[in-house]
Nanobody, 121 residues
Framework: QVQLVESGGGLVQPGGSLRLSCAAS????????MGWYRQAPGKQRELVAS???????NYADSVKGRFAISRDNGKNTVYLQMNSLKPEDTAAYYC???????????????WGQGTQVTVSS
């Protein structure tokens, strides 16, 4: 089994910054893509940013230029640096990872439990 544990959420004023972390542990042979999604009340979960093999990144248009995703493959950890935060960034943020648990196994998607980010004055 694989566990994803997020940390770093909280309350921040508009214009402020937060850094989210997500560490994967358990039966891990390799990790393909890792990413962050968010879900605001009454809205669908949406992709915020993703990173593949440590270098290929993808961002939602709404966060380009403000958020940066990075990854430490040695620690099986993905980060999301969020700058210039806006009230509309308020949501529960979920970590996602595609993990192969042993050599030759298919990659499966795993999710963290979520961390709340609230942007408010």
């Amino acid at each position: 089994q694989v566990q994803l544990v997020e940390s770093g959420g909280g309350l921040v004023q508009p214009g402020g910054s937060l850094r989210l972390s997500c560490a994967a542990s358990g039966s891990i042979s390799s990790i393909n893509a890792m990413g962050w999604y968010r879900q605001a009340p009454g809205k669908q979960r949406e992709l915020v940013a993703s990173i593949i093999s440590g270098s290929i990144t993808n961002y939602a248009d709404s966060v380009k230029g403000r958020f940066a995703i990075s990854r430490d493959n040695g620690k099986n950890t993905v980060y999301l640096q969020m700058n210039s935060l806006k009230p509309e960034d308020t949501a529960a943020y979920y970590c996602n990872a595609y993990v192969s648990s042993y050599a030759g196994a298919r990659y499966r998607a795993y999710w963290g439990q979520g961390t709340q980010v609230t942007v408010s004055s």
